[in-house]
């Protein structure tokens, strides 16, 4: 079956650390670019960043840039999302997204594949 999966989700703590991984299986993610999107309860799923083939990231939003880091490793065929300082706002059910091709699409591009995204809630 192809698909995209996260994993890494969970509860966390304010001011907190964590890794969500995404990894694909029935194709090779490395050839992808790959995404994260968030959605906050009663609010639309919102794009974070995007990493290219070749490791470039690109930013759907300034509003994690200095707490979210995007990364992949193409030989584990991983993409992670680490996130640092975490804020109860920052709960939301997180989603990894996958086009074939060189470079981040935009936002509400054609994406190929969707994960069933993984909860995190950040509170004490």
């Known amino acids: 079956q192809l698909q995209v999966v996260e994993s890494g989700g969970g509860l966390v703590q304010p001011g907190g650390s964590m890794r969500l991984t995404c990894t694909s299986s029935?194709?090779?993610?490395?050839?992808?670019?790959v995404a994260w999107f968030r959605q906050v309860p009663g609010k639309e799923r919102a794009g974070i960043q995007c990493?290219?083939?070749?490791?470039?990231?690109?930013y759907y939003t300034d509003a994690h840039r200095e707490r979210f880091t995007i990364s992949r490793d193409n030989a584990a065929n991983e993409v992670y999302l680490l996130m640092l300082r975490l804020k109860p706002e920052d709960t939301a059910n997180y989603y990894c997204?996958?086009?074939?091709?060189?470079?981040?699409?935009?936002?509400?591009?054609?994406?190929?594949?969707w994960g069933q995204g993984a909860q995190v809630t950040v509170s004490a």
């Open positions: 990493i290219e083939r070749r490791h470039n990231a690109r």
């Open positions: 997204a996958a086009m074939a091709g060189e470079n981040c699409p935009t936002e509400d591009g054609n994406w190929e594949y």
């Open positions: 029935g194709f090779n993610l490395g050839f992808y670019a």
